[in-house]
């Protein structure tokens, strides 16, 4: 069964660009009809916050991402301790005593003489007697992973074929000089023991994957998990996401009006050769192939994913936006203004047009004839239907027409240039209401002399 995982540090709130890697692992589990694994890699006690892990876990459910399974890191020390252990008695993970300037001196040595800054395993020559004097003289030893002399292959599911020469790589550093294992370390350990068949991440991490794959072969007989790496998303011109476009945090476009749904379609096909469409989860999920992701950098366009959520908006339902809409919004108001919506949070205002008040505005003398003949001709009842005949009337006493005679009347009843539709505006604000902003449009643009 195809098994996959998404492991997110709590040391701060979800942004685009790793809701990306948790909606398109999620996306593929659905669709092979396998397993999707929320993992915290919470073993950094110094950055990491309860309200950051209870952010990840609301923020998921937001977006309709639910896992099947769970798993904390802090939790498994143990396990990273044995592993370790029968790491070290095979020689695969060995102690070493440089420190940081140490080794900064050897590198810059290699580089000057044109040779590739990897590390020398002066430590593998080390006698025991040496080890020994130099944890005598305050020294504890961190531990590297001795890396196989051979290349690593594998077909990336996104990048197509990949070879690295593993003796150009440093051993990489497994266990710090405290005694905490490394993301690497212990990635690679519940990968093994949790049964992830295919490990989805971002390009960035290509440079590990030889690494790891000679990491998975040491430590167990199973097979090595499959690699795809999406490339990873620019801004506009082209900088990595990372740097700006990826600090904008769920939690922020939620707070923007940004609809969950507007969100996954818009990163369940950001660098496919699908355009993106406001379809819900379950459409997008049967239509998803790893196969549809481009192996070039995909542009992350802002108005595009306001254009879904408007999209979206416009096709929703009063009960599914009913709790978040101002008290006493009816269905009929809803119907009246979410064509015109960007954001759901566009509503309040339009709310204050048909419920509450509005600033005054100031008119051309030509259109307060209009305004005042509108007041005389105000119908007694308003409904859906009341607005052309009215509109009709009132043309017909000032010769007003087209935009003459619609402007001055949106901007008396409404404040506004444009907006929804007038008819069931007009309904929704009452005769009161209207006749009031009608009354007080034209006493306050009436000029003196």
């Not at 589990?29 to 929320?38: C, I, K, V, Y």
């Not at 301790?81 to 440089?98: H, M, T, W």
């Not at 290349?151 to 150009?168: E, H, M, Q």
């Not at 001709?377 to 052309?388: I, Y």
Request: glycine share 8%; hydrophobic share 45%; net charge neutral.
């Amino acid at each position: 069964m195809v098994k996959v995982r998404f492991a997110p540090s709590p040391t701060g709130y979800l942004h685009v660009g790793n809701a990306r890697a948790a909606l398109v692992n999620f996306m593929f589990a659905r669709r092979e009809g396998g397993q999707f694994l929320l993992r915290l890699d919470d073993t950094d006690t110094e950055r990491g916050r309860p309200e950051y892990e209870q952010g990840i876990y609301e923020d998921l459910r937001w977006l309709g991402i639910e896992w099947d399974a769970f798993a904390k890191q802090s939790e498994r020390s143990a396990r990273y301790e044995e592993v370790a252990e029968a790491l070290k008695a095979s020689g695969r993970l060995y102690p070493c005593f440089e420190n940081e300037d140490e080794l900064a001196a050897k590198r810059a040595a290699l580089i000057k003489r044109k040779l590739p800054p990897v590390y020398d395993r002066h430590a593998l020559s080390m006698t025991p007697a040496q080890r020994a004097a130099a944890e005598a003289n305050g020294k504890r030893p961190y531990w590297r992973f001795k890396l196989s002399d051979e290349a690593v292959s594998w077909n990336d599911l996104v990048l197509g074929a990949r070879n690295i020469k593993l003796p150009t790589v440093s051993d990489p550093v497994l266990i710090r000089a405290d005694g905490s294992p490394l993301y690497t370390f212990t990635s690679v350990v519940d990968d093994s023991d949790m049964g992830i068949t295919h490990i989805i991440r971002g390009e960035d991490h290509v440079s590990n994957t030889a690494v790891q794959i000679d990491l998975f072969r040491a430590i167990a007989r199973k097979p090595v998990p499959r690699f795809a790496h999406l490339p990873l998303i620019s801004g506009g011109d082209g900088e990595k996401l990372s740097k700006r476009i990826g600090s904008i945090s769920l939690r922020s476009l939620r707070k923007d009006g940004i609809e969950p749904g507007a969100i996954t379609a818009y990163l369940a096909r950001l660098g496919t050769s699908k355009d993106a469409v406001a379809l819900p989860l379950a459409e997008l999920i049967a239509q998803f192939s790893l196969n549809d992701f481009s192996r070039s950098p995909p542009r992350f366009d802002a108005g595009q994913m306001l254009g879904l959520n408007r999209k979206l908006l416009h096709h929703l339902p009063f009960e599914a936006v009913k709790e978040r809409l101002p008290e006493g919004a009816g269905p009929e108001f809803w119907e009246a203004i979410k064509g015109n919506l960007d954001l759901l949070r566009e509503a309040r205002r339009w709310w204050a047009v048909v419920a509450g008040e509005i600033v005054t505005p100031e008119l051309p003398d030509e259109a307060v004839a209009v305004i005042a003949k509108a007041a005389e001709t105000l119908p007694d009842e308003l409904n859906a239907a009341t607005w052309k005949a009215w509109t009709a009337a009132i043309a017909a006493a000032t010769g007003a027409k087209g935009k003459a005679l619609y402007q001055p009347l949106r901007l008396a009843l409404t404040g506004e240039e444009h907006g929804p539709e007038m008819a069931p505006l007009l309904a929704l604000m009452g005769r009161e209401r209207a006749a009031r902003r009608l009354g007080a449009c034209v006493a306050a643009n009436v000029r003196p002399g």
